[in-house]
């Protein structure tokens, strides 16, 4: 009973549930069992909150037998990365410099969660402040991808992908600031969206790089995103760059999945050399399937895509030394004092506290951002990124001038092994090098599973990229290519992924 109801898609619990079928605190108990049995091995929560989860559900349940009318999603569980604040459960960002912090208040998408009556099973792991593309910049370890243990779930969400991917989780929220949603369900097999830049709240979400953070769906199907979306999606009056206009028809075009008559740009300059050949083939075999449905398919070229990854890595820094500035030993999380200094001032208390706070990746981008910033710099360096950006910009509206959506691979390569590119950072930084012009121009972008590459077996991903604020084209195309793709399989992709023990794969 428990393994059927930790398998079933977010749209079937919701069935289940509302007809009856299974109760809310049993729905969460199986998750709660499923954690219990593996993820000591794939160490994808941070934080589990059970007795939490199984008073939500209680409450959902007593809510549904009073007759009440509930959100579709009402008793499904869910899991949150650790970079949104929960009142009443630590909030970390991965880093120990916020060990043990509790916030006072919910963010915005947690809020609406829990409005929904979606009983909350925890916190998932991440790179530290969502920097990197592994999850080995975690300070409390790195997440294992559930395919093979011995690789990374990408990141900085791989504990959001992972849980997905695991069963620990039918439906989890992540943040995507260069491809932190869609990297990692690429290498997991998992659906993962990044909404239009202000489409989801950041109140409440710990900055990275302002501009460019985009809280979004971690699913294991494209209804299952297309409904969590709904939820989390909308105006805000607490976050200013929010969209003040209603969520797109994500779920109707998710059930409609349809793509004839539809025009699909494949991207030039983001496949091809450089791009793992099961990855590329995997990737071309899809566009034929879109294709044979009807859809009309012409190559789009973006050359401002080839400087989006050097912007990115100017941009990013720049900000996150700015956000991160607030951790300063003197408000909240880790105080650290110097040794061997008998009255410290404050900035010595500060420079310490950073020092044992802040992991490698982070002091390297804050060193990077803050030099960008510099006097006699900013305009060589953080100028010149932000003029790239708006090329990049008008990169998207020529090619969606051609095209209704636009395609590429994911991620250039497959899950690799843990450790592999820890003392390569150039090469970590590649694994974004798709996912990246999204965020810098703010338009939506969807991961799905491709299939499985020849060279390793290992799950692949395709890119669906929509233009600003017209999120309902990623979900029509994405429904309508994985239920081809899930019939070229004989079903799910997951059902394919080695079956996780209490001890090991």
């Not at 003029?387 to 095209?403: M, S």
Request: charge should be negative; aromatic fraction near 6%; include cysteine.
């Amino acid at each position: 009973m428990n393994s059927d109801i930790t398998r079933s898609s977010a749209a079937e619990l919701a069935h289940a549930l509302d007809s009856r079928e299974v109760s809310s605190v049993e729905v969460v108990q199986a998750h709660l069992d499923r954690i219990a049995a593996v993820d000591a091995d794939v160490h994808a929560y941070l934080h589990v909150d059970a007795q939490g989860a199984l008073e939500a559900a209680r409450e959902v349940d007593q809510r549904r037998a009073a007759g009440e009318e509930l959100h579709v999603l009402a008793g499904v569980p869910i899991a949150v990365k650790d970079v949104m604040v929960t009142k009443g459960m630590p909030t970390t960002c991965g880093s120990k410099i916020l060990q043990g912090w509790m916030p006072p208040y919910d963010s915005t998408v947690v809020a609406r969660l829990r409005a929904t009556g979606m009983p909350m099973l925890g916190k998932t792991n991440m790179d530290e402040f969502a920097m990197g593309s592994s999850t080995e910049h975690s300070a409390y370890g790195p997440t294992h991808n559930p395919w093979d243990l011995s690789r990374i779930p990408g990141g900085s969400g791989g504990g959001s992908s992972a849980v997905v991917a695991a069963y620990e989780a039918p439906l989890a929220i992540g943040t995507d600031t260069g491809g932190s949603i869609r990297q990692p369900a690429a290498v997991t097999g998992t659906v993962g969206v990044k909404p239009t830049y202000g489409g989801v709240s950041r109140y409440g979400l710990v900055a990275l790089a302002s501009s460019l953070d985009q809280a979004g769906p971690v699913t294991r199907t494209v209804l299952d995103a297309a409904l969590l979306h709904s939820v989390i999606g909308g105006h805000d009056p607490m976050d200013s760059t929010s969209i003040d206009a209603p969520v797109p028809a994500v779920v109707e075009a998710a059930r409609r999945a349809e793509v004839r008559g539809l025009r699909v740009g494949i991207i030039k300059e983001l496949g091809g050399q450089g791009y793992q050949a099961g990855v590329q083939a995997r990737f071309e075999e899809s566009v034929q399937l879109l294709q044979d449905a009807g859809a009309e398919v012409v190559e789009v070229s973006c050359p401002s895509f080839d400087y989006a990854l050097a912007a990115y890595y100017l941009i990013l820094p720049s900000e996150a030394s700015s956000n991160l500035a607030k951790f300063d030993a003197m408000r909240y999380g880790l105080r650290v004092l110097p040794e061997g200094v008998r009255d410290p001032s404050a900035e010595e208390v500060m420079a310490a506290t950073r020092d044992a706070g802040f992991g490698d990746e982070v002091k390297r981008r804050i060193i990077l951002g803050t030099y960008a910033l510099s006097s006699g710099y900013y305009d060589a360096y953080y100028g010149q990124a932000q003029k790239v950006r708006r090329l990049i910009a008008d990169d998207f509206v020529t090619a969606f001038g051609q095209a209704d959506v636009l395609l590429s691979p994911t991620s250039p390569t497959t899950a690799f092994k843990l450790g592999d590119k820890l003392d390569d950072p150039m090469s970590m930084y590649l694994q974004d090098v798709a996912t990246i012009p999204a965020n810098l121009a703010g338009v939506p972008g969807m991961s799905l599973p491709s299939g499985l590459a020849d060279e390793d077996g290992l799950p692949t991903g395709i890119q669906i990229l929509a233009p600003a604020t017209q999120d309902q084209r990623l979900y029509g195309v994405g429904a309508a290519l994985e239920k081809m793709l899930t019939e070229r399989w004989g079903g799910p992709l997951l059902s394919r992924a080695p079956e996780l023990t209490a001890k090991g794969a």
